[in-house]
């Protein structure tokens, strides 16, 4: 299970930082799993944004957000991060974390399909 957190209304220019927690099985740690952040307005198909490798020494982010936003994550406390700077109105979405099955922490994945476990979303909304 995932759970996301952190998501507000802001003014164009501030901050946001979310954060989603992870539930794991017994034998599948959390480090095991590459995870990503992917957001969707309505009417349109879900986005990528970032995504980061179980060890999270590879990230990748998405041209839209490049240098604005920043994946991380913690393995000790099961934690993923967006850090989110310089927001713009067009960032307005529901942001939703996502984890692979845990196959191969050195996975880097960018599309939806390739995520089994998803969390409930967290409303972003920017204001210009």
């Known amino acids: 299970q995932l759970n996301e957190t952190g998501g507000g209304l802001v003014q164009a220019g501030q901050s946001l930082r979310l954060a989603c927690v992870g539930s794991v099985r017994a034998g599948n740690p959390f480090s095991a799993h590459t995870l990503a952040w992917f957001r969707q307005t309505p009417g349109k198909e879900r986005e990528f944004v970032a995504t980061?490798?179980?060890?999270?020494?590879?990230?990748v982010v998405a041209d839209s957000v490049k240098g604005r936003f920043t994946i991380s994550r913690d393995n000790a406390e099961n934690t993923v991060f967006l850090q989110m700077d310089g927001l713009k109105p067009e960032d307005t979405a529901v942001y939703y974390c996502a984890a692979d099955g845990g196959n191969d922490p050195n996975l880097i994945l960018i599309q939806s399909h390739d995520f089994e476990a998803w969390g409930r979303g967290t409303q972003v909304f920017v204001s210009s």
């Open positions: 980061i490798s179980g060890s999270g020494d590879v990230q």
